[in-house]
């Protein structure tokens, strides 16, 4: 019973992971089509950090107002954070180190979140990608401590195949349709 349970919390923790890549996917598109203004550019930087493994990162903070109210913004766009690759964000650096003023786009129910940078990048689809195939092991694991003798069953094979296939498809088209070149989706309206 206990082995089931901890099945089961697998499967739930891949589902977890699922669910958070869903709303950042859900954010970003949404983040597209939200109402734009322009933001004064407070400071900008390229963060390195060395704890554990090499990550890096471009901080930015600003500010813009929206019915005479003034807000402080931070993100990039949403899901964006640190990787162990300097290059893109050496390269969202450069782009913005010489800005004074960029367009932001904000929520319009909640005018304190916004991003300079709109709609999706392949970040966002980490979460579900690393979801999907923990669910995927995991129900695969399950078989085969409860189920041995389906290992042996060709019609499960082709089955895991297709499915696997099909997502690596699946996913290799969706990563194509993503433009992940962000600096063509921030708009400069003033440089020093």
């Not at 990039?76 to 969202?92: C, L, R």
């Not at 960029?102 to 991003?115: I, L, Q, T, W």
Request: with cysteine; glycine share 6%; charged share 15%.
């Amino acid at each position: 019973m206990e082995t089931k349970a901890t099945f089961v919390s697998l499967i739930l923790f891949g589902a977890f992971y699922i669910c958070i890549g869903a709303y950042f996917l859900n954010k970003a598109r949404r983040s597209e089509f939200w109402p734009k203004t322009s933001a004064t550019i407070k400071h900008c930087a390229i963060v390195e950090d060395y704890d554990e493994a090499p990550t890096f990162q471009t901080t930015i903070s600003y500010s813009y107002t929206i019915n005479k109210t003034q807000y402080d913004g931070y993100q990039i766009y949403d899901g964006y954070q640190a990787t162990g690759s300097y290059e893109p964000h050496k390269a969202i650096y450069e782009y913005l180190k010489d800005a004074q003023t960029v367009e932001v786009r904000y929520n319009p129910s909640n005018p304190s979140d916004s991003v300079i940078a709109y709609g999706l990048s392949k970040q966002h689809l980490s979460f579900i990608i690393f979801g999907g195939l923990f669910v995927l092991i995991t129900v695969m694991a399950t078989l085969y401590k409860f189920s041995p003798d389906t290992f042996n069953n060709p019609i499960y094979w082709f089955v895991v195949c297709s499915i696997f296939f099909s997502g690596v498809i699946g996913y290799i088209k969706l990563l194509a349709s993503v433009e992940d070149n962000i600096i063509q989706r921030i708009k400069i309206l003033g440089k020093n």
